[in-house]
């Protein structure tokens, strides 16, 4: 059956397919929340609200189409089978970092460059962030300091005219490697054809519960190829 709302009121009728309000089509992500836990994955996740978007990602990374729990208009997912997403960024400036602290109820408590305020209220103020990057790190993590938001938004090498999709990552290392990828990129001077990978790290422990074995994580990495065709 089908649906005949429009016609009795045709201006209701949306113009265009199913986007988020600043026209991404997608989200890549590095993990899901499981029993309200976040978990890091070991292959990307992509969300979306577009079914066509989710089909054409499940056929081209593998992975089922599935909904999932969330009050954003993403709200189908595909945890597909690839660590390497061949992507297309136009541009350096697609790229934005800034640290943040979120309080209770979603509200910003601290938005920095990490030297100074980047809110409108106290913009270009001294934002009493420690210097050193251990410091940061241990801040973030006790719940006192900002932590990295890490946003790039670009195509997939395979089908660019899917749309835009957009990561975001919380991860320090990413944050730490941002400006050789920015300079990369700057070097290739427009559109570049990039692998944005969940690389596995592995590393022994000397201290603490897990020492003397081996333990894994991902990390986000971006490999900056060249010239996108
Ligand atoms: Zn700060």
Redesign the pocket.
């Known amino acids: 059956m089908k649906i005949r709302i429009f016609e009795t009121d045709p201006n209701a009728a949306p113009k265009k397919r199913v986007s988020f309000p600043d026209d991404v089509v997608g989200r890549v992500r590095s993990g899901k929340a499981i029993d309200g836990r976040p978990v890091g994955l070991s292959t990307w996740r992509i969300t979306t609200g577009d079914p066509d978007v989710a089909n054409a990602v499940a056929n081209a990374f593998g992975g089922e189409v599935a909904e999932w729990e969330t009050s954003k208009e993403d709200n189908l997912e595909v945890v597909t089978k690839t660590d390497t997403l061949p992507v297309i960024i136009s541009s350096p400036e697609v790229i934005s970092a800034r640290?943040v602290l979120w309080g209770m109820g979603g509200v910003k408590i601290?938005e920095?460059d990490?030297?100074t305020?980047l809110d409108e209220e106290r913009y270009g103020q001294p934002?009493?962030?420690p210097e050193l990057l251990a410091e940061r790190k241990a801040a973030a993590r006790r719940g006192h300091?900002?932590k990295p938001d890490v946003q790039i938004r670009f195509r997939l090498a395979n089908d660019p005219e899917l749309g835009e999709f957009r990561f975001h990552s919380a991860s320090w290392d990413f944050l730490t490697y941002l400006h050789i990828y920015q300079s990369e990129l700057e070097e290739v001077g427009g559109p570049a054809r990039c692998d944005l990978v969940l690389e596995k790290v592995s590393f022994v422990p000397k201290g603490g519960e897990m020492a003397g074995h081996t333990v894994s994580y991902r990390r986000p990495v971006l490999r900056v190829l060249g010239a996108a065709s």
């Open positions: 640290l601290h920095c990490g030297v305020f934002c009493g962030c300091g900002p």
